[in-house]
């Protein structure tokens, strides 16, 4: 059984760089033929895709978001990252991350990903 955890700092100044990691458990990677994805959900809104990459590691983005998002995957250590870059407190949110099987862009709901993290709260603030 695969499991997903979502890990980084909960709290991060405005304009730095936000790094998240999810550690996937369960099964190595690298066999699995998966999209990973990350999806967050600021205080009090709904759920916002933010981007994906496939077990080739091709990625796509949330237009929204492209110029200051990147996600990566490392087989190696079996974890897949994000990286938020000049977060702005509107960037608060519960951040998850998810896998599938099958590549639906922009999916947000949970019945779209074979695999759901707890997800991990952080803040912008000084």
């Known amino acids: 059984q695969v499991q997903l955890q979502e890990s980084g700092p909960g709290l991060v100044k405005p304009s730095q760089t936000l790094s998240l990691s999810c550690t996937v458990s369960?099964?190595?990677?690298?066999?699995?033929?998966?999209?990973w994805a990350w999806i967050r959900q600021p205080p009090g809104k709904g759920l916002e895709w933010m981007g994906v990459i496939s077990y080739i590691s091709i990625t796509y983005y949330s237009p929204s978001l492209k110029s200051r998002t990147s996600i990566a995957r490392d087989t190696s250590n079996n974890h897949v990252t994000l990286t938020l870059r000049s977060v702005t407190p509107e960037d608060r949110a519960v951040y998850y991350c998810?896998?599938?099987?099958?590549?639906?862009?922009?999916?947000?709901?949970?019945?779209?990903?074979?695999?759901w993290g707890q997800g991990t709260q952080v803040t912008v603030s000084s």
């Open positions: 998810a896998a599938s099987r099958t590549f639906i862009l922009g999916a947000t709901t949970k019945d779209s990903y074979d695999y």
């Open positions: 369960g099964a190595f990677m690298a066999t699995l033929f998966y999209y």
